[in-house]
Structure formats: C-alpha cells, structure tokens
C-alpha cells in the first residue's frame, strides 16, 4: 500500500527543457549580481563548482554550506555577504526561467486527488537549490508548497540525486516505509535509484533524462496520464 507519494520537481511535475532554462537561469541571475562585481562567465562557473561540491557531499554538512564554502574559494568570504542578494534573486527575477517550462494542468488534480485520499505528499526535488527557489518552482507548476509535507532544498539536505542516501535522509527523517513509498521522476539514473531502497517507482517520460540509454521497461513507467491510471486516478 502506497502511503507517501515523492514527487520530482523538474520534468517531473513542472515540463522543461533542461538546455534552455540553465540558459535563461545563469543569464539572468548574472544580471541580477553584476553589480555586485561578479564577471559573468566566472559566476558560472563558481556556480557549477559549487553545484559538483553539493552532488560530491559526504552529509557532514547540509548542501547550502557546501556550496558556499566552495563559491567562497573561489570569489572569497565576501561572497557570504551576498547570499541575501542571491535569495532576492530568486524572489524576483529567476521568474525569467520559467520560458523554458511548460504546464500540465493535470498535474494539480493528481496530486489534489491523493491529499484527498490521505496520502502523504513530498517534494522531492534534487536540492541544488534554497528553499525560495524551489517555492517558486512549485508555484510555476500550479501547486503550492502547502501541497507537500516536506520539500526538500540546499538548506534541509545532507545529499543530494543521485546518492541514495539523499532518499535515505527523507525517510528517516519523516519516519517514513520506504516499502509504502512511491518515488515518481523523469530521470533514470537520479529518481529511479530509489527503488534500491525499496521504494515502489515510476518513470515519467514526458521529459524522459534516460543519459545512459538503460532499458526502462524495468520500470513502470508512461506519460503523466499513465502515472494518473498507475494511481487509480
């Protein structure tokens, strides 16, 4: 019996084009801190190591302190004052990204159907990101973060996809059966690993990142409309 539904975020729930919104996401953040002396093409890539310090996280701190003692390597302690200038960022001007993603309306009655049927909800989104961001994420997909009983981002989490200790993390900390979970994403190798924990899954592939080529068949897997059958929905 499934009693906790997780829910990727990107592909998943909110449609996009990966290429385009990194595209739309660093051009506009780096417009967003220029003044704050950040070169564009340097920010980038302070971003992208920082993003590799998160993936290479060994849970002895949460991902936001990885990432910034990492940034903070490269541009110096002064980048911790400008975090507050990051988070507005994300409050204000990342809505830029939202052009590369699309909408599915049915996702907001799947998932009022199954708070409707008491299941518990989480949103778990690979937490590269401060909870504002992915707030704002969730509002684009037509949701809201009182939709979900936790939501997973930089600041709550040790690990990130595809570590199946990030899946662990979520567990333990919500008491959770992983047997009684389902983990629902678009990516073979970073949401279908939850099922080496026990978790029940399926793949969507509307938005389908399959890097590997693997065969899918071994998982259940189908469009958004095939998750909703897959539901009882």
Same mark, same amino acid.
């Given at each position: ?46 971003? %992208?190591?920082?993003? #590799? !310090?998160?993936?290479?996280?060994? &849970?002895?701190?949460?991902? *936001?302190? =990885? ?63 401060? %909870?504002?961001?992915? #707030? !704002?994420?969730?509002?684009?997909? &037509?949701?809201?973060?009182? *939709?979900? =009983? ?84």
């Amino acid at each position: 019996m499934i009693k906790t539904v997780l829910f990727d975020m990107d592909g998943t729930l909110l449609p996009m084009d990966t290429a385009s919104f990194e595209k739309l996401y660093f051009k506009s953040l780096a417009m967003k801190v220029a003044p704050l002396g950040y070169e564009p093409s340097s920010l980038v890539k302070g971003v %992208l190591a920082g993003v #590799e !310090a998160m993936v290479a996280n060994d &849970g002895s701190v949460t991902n *936001d302190v =990885a990432f910034w003692k990492r940034f903070a390597s490269i541009f110096g302690d002064r980048a911790y004052n400008d975090i507050a200038a990051f988070d507005e960022y994300y409050r204000t001007d990342f809505v830029v990204a939202k052009g590369a993603c699309g909408y599915n309306s049915k996702v907001a009655d799947v998932v009022t159907s199954l708070k409707k049927r008491g299941i518990k909800l989480v949103l778990a989104t690979n937490p590269l990101f401060p %909870l504002v961001a992915q #707030e !704002a994420r969730i509002g684009w997909a &037509g949701l809201s973060a009182g *939709d979900f =009983a936790d939501i997973t981002h930089y600041g709550n989490c040790h690990y990130c996809k595809p570590n199946v200790k990030y899946y662990e993390e979520i567990v333990q900390k919500l008491g959770l059966n992983a047997c009684e979970c389902l983990m629902v994403g678009n990516d073979v190798n970073e949401d279908m690993i939850a099922a080496e924990l026990g978790m029940k899954v399926f793949l969507v592939t509307d938005c389908l990142l399959n890097p590997g080529n693997k065969d899918i068949s071994v998982y259940p897997h189908g469009n958004f409309d095939e998750l909703a059958k897959y539901l009882e929905i």
